[in-house]
C-alpha cells in the first residue's frame, strides 16, 4: 500500500505537467520557406509562404494550391471539421491572397501539404 502514493505523486506530477505544456504551446518557429521548397522540408514545422493561384472545396476538404499543377506541388489541405473556425469558406478567403501557412509539411501521393486545422495557421500577407 505504502508503494502506490509515490506512483500516484508521479502520476499526478507528469499530468501536471502534461497540462502546462498544453496551456503554454510553445513559440511558432520563426522559419520561412517559400512554396517551391517546400518538398525539402518533410517532417519540419516551418511557415510556408506563396500565392494561393487555386482553391478547391469538395464539401469534405478543401485544398489551397500554390501552382495549377496541384498533383505535383506543394498544397494546404482543410478537413470539413474544420471548416466552421473559419470567417469565410477558405476557398474565398485566400484565394489569389499570398499568404503563409504554418504547420508540419508531410508528404502525400509524393508531393509536400500542411494540413490546417485553425485560421490562426494561415496569414494573409497580401
Known amino acids: ?12 506530477l507528469l499530468l501536471a505537467g502534461l497540462a ?3 496551456l503554454f ?6 522559419k520561412e520557406i517559400s512554396w517551391e521548397e517546400a518538398a525539402n522540408y518533410y517532417g519540419q514545422t516551418v511557415w510556408v ?11 469534405k476538404v478543401c ?6 499543377n496541384w498533383k505535383r506541388y506543394f498544397t494546404v489541405v482543410i478537413f470539413a471539421s474544420s471548416f466552421s473556425r473559419f470567417p469565410e ?3 474565398k478567403l485566400y484565394l489569389n491572397k499570398e499568404i503563409r501557412v504554418y504547420g508540419r509539411i508531410k508528404e ?9 486545422e485553425s485560421p490562426d495557421q494561415i496569414e494573409i500577407i497580401k
Open 25 to 30: 504551446p510553445q513559440e511558432k518557429s520563426k
Open 49 to 59: 509562404r506563396g500565392r494561393v493561384v487555386a482553391a478547391n472545396n469538395t464539401g
Open 108 to 116: 502525400y501521393q509524393g508531393k509536400p501539404e500542411i494540413i490546417v
Open 1 to 12: 500500500m505504502k508503494r502506490i502514493r509515490p506512483i500516484i505523486f508521479a502520476t499526478a
Open 20 to 22: 502546462a505544456i498544453q
Open 63 to 68: 485544398f489551397l494550391n500554390f501552382h495549377r
Open 89 to 91: 469558406p477558405p476557398e
